[in-house]
Nanobody, 129 residues
Framework: VQLQASGGGLVQTGGSLRLSCVAS????????IGWFRQSTGEEREQIAC???????????TYAGSVRGRFTISRDDAKNMVYLQMNNLKPEDTATYYC????????????????????WGQGTQVTVSS
């Protein structure tokens, strides 16, 4: 089972992108889903996390660096999770990944990379100044 992120690209400062995360081989609706990013030479950073609507409340949490600019959402009927990114900055340049929580991942305290799996290939986001 794997998740695949898509929707990245090159955008100017202040622009927007919407990333999509699709699952193959399983249904996302029971899982907490996280978005992460990694820049060259940096550690993977958790940026947004959304709880399941099944057995939890679908709540979301964000890293301080993206709060107010990024919005995570899920469409369980389509088996998709999205990351709407607005007011992009050069420091948002990174490869973005989505991943599914291993077992029960409580939002926000459990939203760390170590608690997530099913990592797929990421999608590159480049923000030009």
């Amino acid at each position: 089972v794997q998740l695949q992120a898509s929707g990245g690209g090159l955008v100017q400062t202040g622009g927007s992108l919407r990333l999509s995360c699709v699952a193959s081989g399983f249904s996302l609706n029971r899982y907490t889903i996280g978005w992460f990013r990694q820049s060259t030479g940096e550690e993977r950073e958790q940026i947004a996390c959304i709880a399941s609507n099944t057995g939890s409340d679908g709540s979301a949490t964000y890293a301080g660096s993206v709060r107010g600019r990024f919005t995570i959402s899920r469409d369980d009927a389509k088996n998709m999770v999205y990351l709407q990114m607005n007011n992009l900055k050069p420091e948002d340049t990174a490869t973005y990944y989505c991943a599914a929580g291993r077992g029960t991942v409580v939002v926000p305290t459990g939203c760390e990379a170590i608690n997530f799996g099913s990592w797929g290939q990421g999608t590159q986001v480049t923000v030009s100044s």
